[in-house]
């Protein structure tokens, strides 16, 4: 092809055009194909801030997610431990309610089972998810129940003792949303 010197520069120009739009067009293929409209910040323009915003607000979402989820658990472990109070409780009722009769059997047997309910307390009053004493309050790192130095034997039946709790009176809490 033989060009003229006084219409190269139009050339050129019709050259380059067609080669930024055969470019820009290979771009536009290359983003309907793969749903991205760029790889980096920069090919989003003026919307960029608006991505960047979104995915502050998904990542904080996701945050708001695992802190509820890790909340679930702890109070599904804390229902359990309950439970099962509560299950000791009514077999202690049991126990007592039996031993009224005044058989000595079933008085040995109710306080041989109120030691081991004890035992059995203290384990569940110690109950631990994720490494964190449940009962504990804010002291997740101390076991909250400590009855090795608790005497059963000089109990009160109008005040309560509870000297044998090592834990606070913090209420856990959990943020789940930005309200």
Same mark, same amino acid.
């Given at each position: 092809?033989?060009?003229r010197?006084?219409?190269?520069?139009?050339?050129?120009?019709?050259?380059?055009?067609?080669?930024?739009?055969?470019?820009?067009?290979?771009?536009?293929?290359?983003?309907?194909?793969?749903?991205?409209?760029?790889?980096?910040?920069g090919? #989003?323009?003026?919307?960029?801030?608006?991505?960047?915003?979104?995915?502050?607000?998904?990542?904080?979402?996701?945050?708001?997610?695992?802190? %509820?989820?890790?909340a679930?658990?702890?109070?599904?472990?804390?229902?359990?431990?309950?439970?099962?109070?509560?299950?000791?409780? +009514?077999?202690?009722?049991?126990?007592?309610?039996?031993?009224?009769?005044?058989? %000595?059997?079933?008085?040995?047997?109710a306080?041989? #089972?109120?030691?081991?309910?004890?035992?059995?307390?203290q384990?569940?009053?110690?109950?631990?998810?994720?490494?964190?004493?449940?009962?504990s309050?804010?002291?997740?790192?101390?076991?909250?129940?400590?009855?090795?130095?608790?005497?059963?034997?000089?109990?009160?039946? +109008?005040?309560?003792?509870?000297? #044998?709790?090592?834990?606070?009176?913090?209420?856990?809490?959990?943020?789940? %949303?930005?309200?």
């Open positions: 092809m033989l060009m010197v006084a219409t190269f520069a139009q050339s050129d120009q019709m050259i380059s055009s067609a080669l930024r739009l055969q470019a820009a067009m290979a771009n536009e293929q290359v983003q309907e194909s793969s749903g991205l409209q760029s790889e980096d910040f090919g #989003y323009g003026s919307g960029a801030g608006r991505v960047i915003n979104l995915q502050v607000s998904v990542t904080r979402a996701q945050s708001y997610i695992d802190a %509820s989820n890790l679930d658990n702890k109070v599904q472990a804390m229902y359990s431990a309950v439970g099962s109070v509560t299950d000791i409780i +009514t077999q202690l009722r049991t126990q007592l309610s039996a031993a009224t009769t005044g058989s %000595s059997t079933a008085t040995a047997s306080i041989n #089972y109120a030691q081991q309910a004890m035992s059995q307390m384990g569940l009053l110690n109950t631990q998810y994720d490494g964190e004493y449940v009962f309050g804010a002291r997740t790192d101390t076991a909250p129940a400590d009855l090795s130095s608790f005497d059963a034997g000089t109990g009160s039946l +109008t005040t309560s003792d509870i000297s #044998y709790y090592k834990g606070d009176s913090e209420i856990a809490s959990v943020r789940v %949303s930005d309200s």
